[in-house]
């Protein structure tokens, strides 16, 4: 065409990154600050990142990026007995710069599969801060619904109540792990 009856509002469309999925390493530990320092998520001690690869490594796993750096992660592992055996996600983060590409919900469906296939679950839950309008919605996408109210759950300078939201998987053919209690439980109430 003519230079003239060109578009020239077109928008500029970037390419998807590139991302590969692996479980998560200790050397992960020395260079996830990129994600982890973000007010947006939760910091743990080095222990408590050790057990997890020691005890649940499937469900421990890395977004990188092709230049190596960590995009972001989920950490979860498997609890409970009987019909309430299921897989938990303890945090889900994902690097400023990468949001709102679909990573998080890559990781959650890693977590999941991992639920499925490795633990054979009923279910997965999450805890989060009730005033999270945004992490909430997410989460219903997900498929998830809120399963209950934990009182103040999360404790410190501003105590705040929790939601607990589940997603029934495939072994819980009449989603019975999902059904919403009618009342409140305190942090000492839950079973896990």
Known sequence: KPEAEQNTTS?????????????????DLLTFNNVNLDVLTETYNMPFYLQ????????????????????????????????LWHGHVSAVTVSPPYRRLG?????????????IEVYDAYFVD????????????????????????????????????????????????HKESVVPLDHPVRPEDLEW
């Open 52 to 83: 997890y690869m020691s005890q649940w490594p499937e469900a421990f796993t890395a977004a990188e990026s092709p230049d190596g750096s960590i995009m972001g992660y989920v950490l979860g592992k498997a609890e409970g007995l009987g019909k």
């Open 103 to 115: 990573l998080a919900r890559t990781l959650m469906d890693d977590l999941e599969s991992a639920s």
């Open 126 to 173: 999450l805890f989060v801060r009730a005033s999270n309008k945004l992490a909430i919605g997410m989460y219903e996408r997900f498929g998830y619904s809120t399963y209950r109210r934990v009182l103040g759950y999360y404790s410190g300078e501003d105590p705040e109540d929790a939601f607990d939201m589940r997603k029934a998987l495939p072994r819980d053919k």
């Open 11 to 27: 928008k500029v469309i970037q390419p998807p990154v590139m991302t590969t999925l692996r479980r998560f390493v200790m050397d």
